[in-house]
């Protein structure tokens, strides 16, 4: 907005203004609704043509409050928010009905469809001496000034201050030039603005902190020292004026009916109208009596099962009948009461999944009700079963349907009559109320209250013998059946009842009935006001001359105000009398709370108040002196109901007595409430039996008190004021929000454009310790992108400004979409439901966890750790011992004869194929389980022979030059290695490129040829014509391959001698793998290193040459290559060589295998194992029938280079159990570039040990073990056993210090088989020297360590190894390179990641990594694209509550779209990279504020 808009904008608001202090409002002046201002409206405010009467869906709105909310919005700069990417078919909503009736407009969970209009008070306030100061200040003329009321702003919200210095975070070019990514794309430069919105200052710091659990300080809210506090005196309970005496009262409301029904069967007593306002049937008090009796019998003698009486006296009785249909209704009610049976009325349910229906039945069944009374017409119209029976509802107990259209009901013999009943405590009927949390409870009410409720009100309303009553409300429950079911018998009086649907089709319906009935009196809510003020326009001809009371059932409601204002307003000209207005107060368990009295009974005359909103956040009455904007308007509802005392007690804890300027609970005693919650007996006690107490602790009365859970104060001539409900209550910090409030300033910010129909969900959940706002609202189907995005963060600025409060979470839903309640009004608590189950479906969602979360702990300070300078005492550091362990000596184990004889492998094959030429060395399986290639000693060395002859000659190879192998899993690929080592040449085993997607796979062959140095490539045919091919050319420059020679048919020749290494020392081979952080590192081994470790896995598996395993693992890198190609030569046992990919087409491929060739040790990876458990989970049984056994399994063990994962290791135990594999079978090895075999489970030696650590202690890099099931408890499992020569020490990742047990560090390792170092041809070695010749810093300085790039912890265990030693677990924590550094301490992803994928079901996969400090969680979703953005929430709640973690950006992509390498670990860091380059395709992409 440009700057002279906004002077313009002010200047009108000077001028209404000074138009209210004359005492009229100019919204009112002029009967037109001026729409939300544009720029123009703002400027001038032009007169405009009415609107055709069909927009009822404007909500009333006065253009006060709209200018309010615009003004505070003006003080925004448009800050720009990186608006969400979506895909573009999540753009298509599902068509939405194309008409809806306007009663589905709702913002609360009662059908109130009215939004507060704005309100600048500048009135001059009347000062009454009389009363206390403060509400001098608060008090405003009578309710005949036209006010609009509401929750308008003051427009300086906080300014937007510069950004503060320590919220810069790295950004700009330096944050992406390392990255190679361009800063330009289009993601990036979303985050950037997201960044800048994220340095805005935040709310001001808090001071104090509670602990949580010892570990992590949550922040909490400390009261502010300047927040207004109550000031006035202690309340005195108030009482209402006595009940009359000498008025002749009947001794019960039945015996009434009896004297009505016998003396005047003539008197009308209810006339239903149909949809188009005819009068269809006029039920008279005759006909009453009789059909009620008639049920009664009917009820009472004629129903049996098994011959006993199906009901006995007291029994409860569901009441289902339309809304449409009050005379059924009546006629079953009071037929109940007259069977001395307990009505219980329920709404009819439509579907068998209607929003609550399921607390419904819970009600039902919890009271025992076995009967449903109802209508023909309306048991036909319920979802019918298979056999023509009335379905089971969801949750419902089973109940028996009686129709009671006179028909099927039988007249009772002429002597019949029921036992008369005085109105005792018995209970009369039960009211449902359905509870914030959405349980639904049953209020009962006694024979003795519904009597004294009908005096009350008769009494307080001035009701008399035969008057007529229209009513609008529903009959079935609340002050429509109050009033228009039981006071109106007492007084014999006329109810012109009308129906919903009539309302729907002619909101003036209500008034005309008035005018054509001569209506004394008429029941409405505000709603019902306001949409006759839309449709009045033209109707000249209607009269209200003749109300004497006009009763608004939800005059409680803060916009009741306006449109009981507004409605004077235009109707005062057509007989309308201001003092006929009558707010009321109700709740489901105090009923009727208080009710303003038409002045002929000697009422006071109405009050309103102005009261601070800022005020009422804490719970005090305060009146905004300086004209601000941020104020509530509320009118009383008038004086308590005769008999009863009324007091207002403190919301939270025990029920103290209020202060006279402080909002609180109202609590009622009086003869006329509810008597409890249905078999509820503990929140019964606590709601209808409470005792207030004064300061000092005295029950202020010996009789108790029944909360309504309406929050308010009582003001002069003791009024009762109400400010909202104790169910919309919303407790943010410290500060108390109104949620009809909020729905009302988020209606303010241009409704017509975007919100359908006004429907506005707004509720808190709790997250992190306090409750989150949410707000929900239903988009019309028109909006653009653009536009709903605007209107949201529009929303955000008005709330933030005028409540001071931040929103959590704004989610819009297509229209038609959310939940309803029964008459059409917005089902809040089911809303939640959905929320919270990730089942909206929104079509937009904005999250500000950002600005919300105030409360999160304190980014951590590092701590100094042990240093040089602390005392080492033999082998304890800082008083623990220090954390090394170390496999068995290799000295103890055999003799070194056969070691140096072993030193290098060539000399072993070649002692092999001459000792035991056919001994049976390789078995390579195909998918189908058939052997397809064998090798024995002599012909693996046969092979290797000639492929040495090819290097040398046609290749001309000289000793030293490396040599690639690109060969599928199989005998080639060992035979080519041997034929490497025969030459002198340097073999490096490379996984060949897949043909379906070359793009991605052949570039990373072409690099590790280029890196390795290789002078050579070997392969196959099929392989080298892919090579040259023209898809390949695409992908790399083919003319730059070094010499491709295909090894499959190469001419036998021998080498004349075979070359052998001058010094074990020298290169053997080159071990290339790309790591879990995407960073391509080949290691060097030597001959010595390679014997090692070929010796250190024979020694701990005990492989001899009698043994077989099985292998499926990739045979190109790590302990997958060395247990493929060296061990079998090596130790001379048999290997069954099973490549993983055949499992994709034959899952049960590798276990077939194990089972069929009884391998006693097995080998496998993660991605092995999650295939077999997802493959063949069900079919376990299938696999016995095939003869499939795994009893022979010694052990299994899972190759890999990270934490454990244990659920899939124990997921898979579990499972194939059933198989015979036994429990303690499955562990799992740890290796890494450094050393490829560090741990291995082996044979021998104790079993695998779990430990459970505390998360939150290990994001400070300490360890604290806890017991299992502990909060924040993670499991750990040891990886293996070290392996023999093996030693591995903690050391500190900063100061390289040793640390103590159960320390967590950095795990380093020292042993004959660790790689000589990284190979790579851009002279870095120099710069990972240290990760292969390491040295602590204090302690044993002298042995050189390799580093592992791990973090873990050693844990002396109670066991004993082979030795007899106390064994040493080592855990394994996680990657370095992988973790998170964020606010100040260290996550690993994992456990971010098993949050997530717990937090909805259709979560498949999740990774995440950090882009310039925020938290990019990316999830896999495998479910229907319309779910996509109900994660957004999801995802966001469980990371701040598991992890007190922020996420800055949620991704939602397809099923596979997360890479994972060949070991099945996710590759992150190229997740990253395809992300800030824009690659993903993502579904979805938030960026939370």
Not at 526 to 553: P, T
Not at 1046 to 1074: E, G, H, Q
Not at 1385 to 1414: G, K, Q
Request: net charge positive.
């Amino acid at each position: 907005m440009d700057f002279s808009i906004i002077g313009k904008a002010s200047c009108v608001h000077k001028l209404f203004a000074q138009n209210c202090v004359a005492g009229v409002d100019p919204s009112l002046q002029a009967e037109n609704r001026m729409p939300a201002p544009s720029q123009t409206t703002a400027a001038v405010p032009k007169q405009q043509k009415p609107r055709p009467t069909s927009s009822r869906d404007e909500r009333f709105r006065s253009d006060v409050h709209t200018e309010a909310v615009q003004a505070a919005l003006a003080k925004y700069k448009e800050r720009k928010m990186p608006m969400p990417s979506k895909r573009r078919s999540v753009l298509v909503h599902s068509s939405v009905e194309t008409y809806t009736p306007p009663d589905t407009s709702s913002a609360s969970e009662d059908e109130g469809s009215l939004r507060r209009p704005g309100r600048l008070t500048s009135t001059p306030l009347q000062s009454h001496s009389n009363i206390e100061p403060w509400l001098d200040r608060v008090i405003q003329g009578s309710s005949t000034s036209s006010s609009a009321s509401s929750t308008s702003s003051h427009p300086g919200g906080r300014p937007a201050a510069a950004p503060t210095a320590a919220a810069t975070t790295l950004t700009g070019p330096a944050a992406h030039a390392h990255l190679g990514v361009p800063v330009n794309s289009r993601v990036s430069s979303k985050i950037q603005q997201l960044l800048n919105t994220l340095k805005r200052p935040k709310r001001p710091p808090l001071k104090e902190f509670f602990v949580d659990d010892f570990e992590e300080l949550l922040e909490v809210q400390q009261p502010d020292p300047n927040q207004p506090k109550p000031e006035g005196s202690q309340m005195v309970v108030l009482r209402g004026e006595p009940l009359a005496v000498g008025v002749p009262w009947p001794p019960s409301l039945l015996a009434a009916l009896q004297r009505w029904g016998t003396t005047q069967p003539k008197a009308p007593c209810l006339t239903a109208l149909d949809t188009a306002g005819k009068a269809v049937y006029t039920l008279t008090y005759g006909k009453l009596w009789s059909r009620s009796l008639k049920l009664a019998y009917t009820l009472l003698n004629k129903l049996t099962s098994k011959n006993e009486p199906l009901l006995k006296p007291g029994d409860r009785v569901a009441l289902v009948f339309p809304n449409s249909d009050p005379v059924m209704f009546m006629v079953a009610f009071y037929g109940c009461l007259l069977a001395d049976l307990v009505p219980v009325p329920i709404e009819v349910p439509l579907t068998r999944k209607d929003a609550g229906s399921q607390q419904v039945g819970f009600l039902l069944g919890s009271c025992g009700v076995t009967l449903a009374l109802t209508t023909d017409a309306c048991q036909k119209g319920l979802p019918k079963a298979q056999t023509g029976e009335v379905a089971t509802f969801k949750g419902w107990p089973p109940l028996s349907w009686l129709v009671i259209d006179g028909k099927h009901l039988t007249k009772p013999p002429k002597d019949w009559r029921p036992q008369t009943q005085d109105a005792g405590a018995g209970t009369a009927y039960i009211e449902y109320k359905t509870s914030k949390e959405g349980s639904t409870v049953g209020v009962t009410v006694s024979h003795a209250s519904l009597l004294a409720q009908c005096q009350a009100l008769t009494q307080a309303c001035g009701y008399s013998e035969a008057e007529t009553l229209t009513n609008v409300l529903d009959f079935k429950r609340d002050a429509g059946l109050w009033h228009g079911v039981l006071t109106s018998v007492m007084n014999r009086m006329h109810v012109i009842s009308i129906p919903y649907a009539l309302m729907k089709v002619n909101p003036l319906s209500w008034i005309q009935k008035v005018c054509s009935y001569k209506a004394r009196a008429a029941l409405v809510k505000s709603r019902d006001m306001h949409w006759s003020l839309l449709a009045q326009r033209g109707q000249r001809d209607v009269s209200l001359s003749s109300l004497r009371v006009l009763i608004v059932a939800d005059g409680a409601n803060p916009w009741s105000i306006s449109s009981c204002d507004a409605f004077l307003n235009v109707f005062q000209s057509r007989g309308l009398r201001p003092e006929v207005i009558c707010p009321c107060a109700t709740s489901p368990e105090a009923l009727t709370v208080a009710i303003r009295r038409p002045p002929d009974l000697g009422g006071p005359p109405p009050k309103k108040a102005v009261l601070s909103m800022n005020g009422l956040s804490f719970g005090v009455i305060r009146v905004d002196t300086e004209e601000k904007l941020s104020v509530l308007t509320v009118q009383d509802v008038g004086q308590v109901l005769p008999g009863a005392d009324v007091c207002v007690v403190k919301v939270e804890g025990a029920p103290y007595l209020c202060k006279t300027d402080e909002v609180g609970e109202l609590c009622v005693s009086s003869t006329t409430t509810g008597t409890a919650y249905y078999g509820l007996l503990g929140i019964t006690k606590s709601v209808f039996e409470t005792v207030p107490v004064t300061a000092g602790g005295m029950p202020v009365s010996d009789r108790p008190f029944t909360r309504t859970g309406l929050l308010g104060f009582i003001g002069p001539d003791n009024l009762v004021f109400v400010v909202g409900k104790l169910d919309g209550l919303m407790v943010v910090g410290v500060r108390r929000h109104s949620a009809d409030d909020i729905v009302a300033t988020a209606l303010a910010v241009e409704p017509m454009k975007f919100v359908y129909r006004g429907r506005i969900a707004v509720f808190s959940v709790t997250v992190l310790h306090d409750d989150r706002i949410v707000l929900v609202a239903e988009q019309r189907p028109d909006a653009s992108e653009e536009d709903s995005f605007q209107w949201m963060s529009r929303v955000l600025q008005a709330i933030d400004s005028i409540h001071q409060v931040g929103v959590y979470c704004l989610a819009l839903v297509p229209a038609n979409t959310l939940p309803k309640a029964p008459l059409g009004g917005i089902h809040i608590s089911e809303t939640k439901q959905r929320f919270l189950e990730g089942m909206l479906h929104p079509c937009n969602v904005l999250m500000c966890p950002h600005t919300c979360v105030t409360n999160l702990p304190k980014p951590r300070q590092k701590q100094p750790e042990v240093g040089p300078a602390s005392m080492i005492v033999g082998n304890l550091v800082a008083g623990k011992r220090i954390a090394q362990a170390s496999g068995r000596e290799l000295a103890h184990l055999e003799d070194s004869d056969q070691a140096r004889k072993f030193l290098f492998l060539p000399d072993v094959l070649q002692w092999r194929a001459h000792t035991t030429p056919d001994h049976p060395l390789f078995l390579l399986l195909n998918a189908k389980g058939s052997v397809t290639s064998t090798a024995t000693c002599v012909q693996l060395h046969k092979k290797a022979e000639r492929v040495a002859a090819a290097l040398m000659e046609k290749a001309r190879l000289g000793t030293g030059d490396h040599v690639a192998l690109v060969y599928p899993p199989g005998v080639d690929l060992i035979a080519a290695f041997y034929g490497c080592l025969y030459c002198g040449c340097v073999p490096v085993t490379v996984r060949p490129p897949h043909p379906q997607n070359l793009t991605t796979t052949l570039p990373t062959v072409k690099m590790i040829v280029e890196v390795s140095k290789s002078t050579c490539v070997l392969t196959t045919q099929a392989i080298m014509r892919l090579l040259k091919s023209k898809d390949a050319a695409a992908a790399v420059d083919i003319r730059t391959w070094p010499t491709i020679l295909d090894t499959d048919d190469i001419p036998k020749k021998k080498v004349a001698n075979i070359f052998r290494p001058p010094s074990p020392d020298v290169l053997a081979y080159l071990d290339f793998s790309v790591s879990t952080t995407g960073i391509l590192a080949g290691v060097k081994m030597s001959h010595a290193a390679t014997s090692a470790l070929c010796r250190s896995i024979k020694l701990q598996c005990e492989l001899y040459p009698s043994r077989q395993i099985a292998i499926c693992l990739d045979p190109y890198c790590g302990l997958g290559f060395a247990l493929w190609c060296l061990c079998s030569v090596y130790s001379g046992h048999q290997s069954v060589l099973v490549p993983p990919l055949e499992l994709e087409s034959n899952v049960s491929l590798w276990l077939s295998a194990v089972s069929q060739y009884k391998a006693r040790v097995t080998f496998c990876s993660y991605s092995v194992m999650e295939m077999c458990t997802k493959g063949l989970g069900a079919q376990t049984g299938v696999l016995r029938m095939k003869g499939v056994n795994l009893s022979c399994v010694r052990t299994c063990m899972v190759v890999a280079e990270e934490r454990p994962r244990i659920a899939l290791t124990q997921s898979f135990s579990k499972l194939f159990k059933d198989l015979g594999l036994p429990a303690r079978a499955v562990s799992t090895t740890f290796g890494c570039r450094v050393n490829v075999a560090i741990c291995l489970q082996g044979t021998a030696g104790p079993d695998p040990t779990t430990v459970y650590v505390d998360m939150r202690a290990l994001r400070h890099d300490r360890v604290r073990l806890v017991e299992r099931g502990s909060p924040h408890s993670l499991p750990l499992t040891e990886s293996g056993k070290i392996l023999p020569g093996v030693k591995v020490i903690i050391a500190h990742t900063e100061t390289k210090g040793p640390l103590g047990d159960s320390h967590l560090g950095e795990i380093w390792v020292s042993s004959p088989h660790n790689a000589t170092g990284y190979y790579t041809g851009y002279g870095e070695e120099a710069l990972h020297a240290d990760h292969f010749s390491a040295r602590l810093s204090f302690g044993d300085t002298q042995t050189i360590w390799a580093r592992t790039g791990y973090l873990g912890f050693l844990r002396r265990t109670e066991l004993t190894d082979a030795s007899g030693e106390r064994h040493d677990a080592l855990y394994v924590v996680g990657s370095l390179d992988e973790t998170l550094e964020l606010r100040g301490m260290r996550y690993h992803p994992i456990d971010i990641e098993t949050s997530v994928v717990r937090a909805h079901r259709s979560i498949a996969e999740c990774a995440v990594f950090t882009w310039t400090n925020l938290l990019v969680v990316v999830v896999e979703l495998d479910g229907l694209e319309r779910d996509a953005l109900d994660l957004v929430a999801l995802v966001t709640n469980v990371v701040l509550e598991e992890h007190h973690l922020v996420v800055g950006v949620v991704v939602i992509v397809d099923p596979g779209v997360i890479p994972i390498n060949s070991r099945g670990e996710k590759q992150r860091m190229h997740l990253r990279d395809g992300f800030l380059a824009d690659q993903l395709d993502p579904i979805y992409v938030a960026y939370n504020m």
